[in-house]
């Protein structure tokens, strides 16, 4: 008999790093099909539609999770992770804000932590390189 396997789903995310004054933009995640990210702390973006680019994905996410017109500055770090009923390649970029106001409209909560306090929040597990390359670096 033919075996059946399926295809586990791969998503290519962008993430931001978003800097002011020394403090870092961290949000927290609905209630969703997945405990294991469900409420989780994350870095706001989301996955790169067809024919985007990753910076064009990150500013469209930004503006479409929090009302945030941001800059790019550089690339950060690229994450391959793979939870229980996915896999991510998530590309996070530094970022500052060019507005200073934002509106959550998908996540629950936000914190500007200092980078040395990024380990007191529970992490989604594919930002944990992240989280200790920022804690690190600072
Ligand atoms: N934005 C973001 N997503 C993350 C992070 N860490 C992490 O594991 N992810 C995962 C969670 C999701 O499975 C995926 C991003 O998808 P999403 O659901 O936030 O993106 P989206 O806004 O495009 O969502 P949708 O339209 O498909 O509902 O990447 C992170 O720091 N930021």
């Not at 790093?17 to 294991?36: E, S």
């Not at 009923?85 to 934002?102: E, G, P, Q, R, Y």
Request: hydrophobic letters at 35%.
């Amino acid at each position: 008999m033919q075996g059946c396997t399926k295809q586990m789903k791969h998503h290519e995310v962008v993430a931001a790093i978003i800097i002011d004054d020394d403090k870092i933009l961290c949000v927290q995640r609905d209630h969703g099909k997945y405990d294991y990210i469900s409420l989780k702390y994350e870095f706001p973006g989301g996955k790169i539609e067809s024919g985007e680019t990753k910076e064009q994905a990150l500013q469209r996410e930004l503006l479409e999770e929090l009302d945030a017109d941001i800059k790019i500055e550089r690339e950060f770090l690229t994450v391959n992770h793979q939870y229980p009923d996915f896999s991510v390649t998530m590309h996070s970029f530094i970022c500052t804000a060019l507005n200073s106001t934002f509106n959550l409209k998908e996540h629950i909560a936000f914190k500007w932590l200092n980078p040395e306090k990024l380990s007191t929040l529970d992490w989604a597990e594919a930002d944990i390189p992240i989280v200790s390359k920022l804690m690190k670096e600072s």
